[in-house]
């Protein structure tokens, strides 16, 4: 069975343009979970889907948004990129249970230069 | 605020030890606590999941040990490999509508042949 998948591996941007992120969860999750790993830093939540819906949000600017597709693939866009934007960024899916396991992806490298 | 906190930073150990790694968090109100090991520059592939109900989990050489009303986890590694030389991450679910993870800053160990 296939893992969570992520695209693209790395992304290399100038500040000011847009990114965008794609992940596709483990078939049958619907919850669809964004972190964002900056170098020295922890990992820090940045958006949770559930069924189309945005369930939740992290301390981060309106500029990172994103949204569910129908099959619940899921994809983060960042706009007027930053140079402090250049990270990893994870992507996790898990049913839509409070118990649930979470499964992550292997990430998508996005440089700001 | 949920906080989780993982001693010691940074670990080395000849290969063979038998190792602990420890994480704190400052809310018991927790659904589960899941384990983590992340490899430099990739994702995170899940180790062990505790639910708030269980005392321990295990996994092979792993096992994993909650006590929720002290706020501490544990994870046990048994007969370390160099192989098993990654970032271990603990992160605890909270028992409010987000759903999210709060993930501690990871433990970095280096098992030496």
């Known amino acids: 069975e296939a893992g969570v998948t992520q695209s693209p591996t790395h992304l290399i941007k100038t500040r000011g343009q847009q990114a965008t992120l794609r992940c596709s969860p483990i078939?049958?999750?619907?919850?669809v979970y964004w972190y964002q790993q900056a170098l020295g830093l922890g990992l820090q939540f940045l958006l949770w889907?559930?069924?189309?819906?945005?369930?939740n949000r992290g301390n981060f600017p309106p500029r990172f948004s994103g949204r569910q597709f129908p099959n619940y693939s899921s994809e983060l866009n960042v706009n007027a990129l930053e140079l402090e934007d250049s990270a990893l960024y994870l992507c996790?899916?898990?049913?839509?249970?409070?118990?649930?396991?979470?499964?992550f992806g292997q990430g998508t490298r996005l440089t700001v230069v | 605020k949920q906080e989780v906190t993982q001693i010691p930073a940074a670990l080395s150990v000849p290969e063979g030890e038998n190792l602990v790694l420890n994480c704190s968090f400052t809310?018991?109100?927790?659904?589960?606590l899941q384990w983590f090991r992340q490899d430099p520059g990739k994702g995170l592939t899940s180790l062990l999941l505790i639910q708030s109900s269980q005392r321990e989990q295990t996994s092979g050489r792993l096992n994993a040990s909650l006590d929720k009303s002290s706020g501490r986890s544990t994870l046990y590694i048994a007969a370390s490999q160099p192989g098993d030389s990654a970032t271990y991450l603990c992160a605890v679910r909270r028992t409010d509508s987000s759903y999210k993870l709060i993930f501690g800053s990871g433990t970095r160990l280096l098992v030496r042949p």
């Open positions: 078939s049958g999750h619907t919850s």
């Open positions: 889907y559930d069924e189309g819906e945005e369930r």
């Open positions: 809310d018991s109100a927790i659904y589960n």
């Open positions: 996790a899916s898990s049913l839509y249970w409070e118990g649930a396991e979470a499964f």
